[in-house]
T-cell receptor, first 111, second 112 residues
């Protein structure tokens, strides 16, 4: 079964708005990662947050991690049309690089 | 200068056939993976190799056999293809000791 579950399944926003998506997982983790997948392409790594971290930033991305609630959020600020993609969270539970992915959130940014 | 490449990009074949998908990475990574993404976009790990040694082997039918001739290549051979094998297969790699994985563009397999 999938370790992570993203919410919402789909999100449609206007260019310039912020997009927030959440990921919940079931077991304790070593780290949590977010990936982006453009249509018909492979996944691209966005950001990794370790279990002892609470927040991380990378450009327009902000990731939070709440291990007590077993959840993470990804915020994309000032969205652009190029941000249209599916976003996946992936958890590494045992530090063995075996990632468990959720089903993803599909984000559509309207011009 | 593609980092992780896969061939072919599309593969259409009949049930019962045997097919292979090739993966190569030029990043110098020690670890390579195969993932299967189904029609609902669920991505599931199948295999992982570290320096040509199998380290992860999920519950995958024996019809699937990975082969790593060297640490830059990880091929996937599938025997007796079934309709349920239709999916997108992704190869990925990562440096040993780190967690970020680099994905190939995927191979869309359609079994008729």
């Amino acid at each position: 079964s999938q370790q992570g579950e993203e919410d919402p399944q789909a999100l449609s926003i206007q260019e310039g708005e912020n997009a927030t998506m959440n990921c919940s997982y079931k077991t304790s983790i070593n780290n949590l990662q977010w990936y982006r997948q453009n249509s018909g392409r492979g996944l691209v790594h966005l950001i990794l947050i370790r279990s002892n971290e609470r927040e991380k930033h990378s450009g327009r991305l902000r990731v939070t991690l709440d291990t007590s609630k077993k959840s993470s959020s990804l915020l994309i600020t000032a969205s652009r049309a190029a941000d249209t993609a599916s976003y996946f969270c992936a958890t590494d539970a045992h530090g063995d690089y075996k990632l468990s992915f959720g089903a993803g959130t599909t984000v559509t940014v309207r011009a | 200068d593609t980092a992780v490449s896969q061939t072919p990009k599309y593969l259409v074949t009949q049930m019962g056939n045997d097919k292979s998908i090739k993966c190569e990475q030029n990043l110098g990574h020690d670890t390579m993976y195969w993932y299967k993404q189904d029609s609902k976009k669920f991505l599931k790990i199948m295999f992982s190799y570290n320096n040509k040694e199998l380290i992860i082997n999920e519950t995958v039918p024996n019809r699937f056999s990975p082969k790593s001739p060297d640490k830059a290549h990880l091929n996937l051979h599938i025997n007796s293809l079934e309709l349920g094998d239709s999916a997108v297969y992704f190869c990925a790699s990562s440096p040993t000791g780190t967690d970020e994985q680099f994905f190939g563009p995927g191979t869309r397999l359609t079994v008729l």
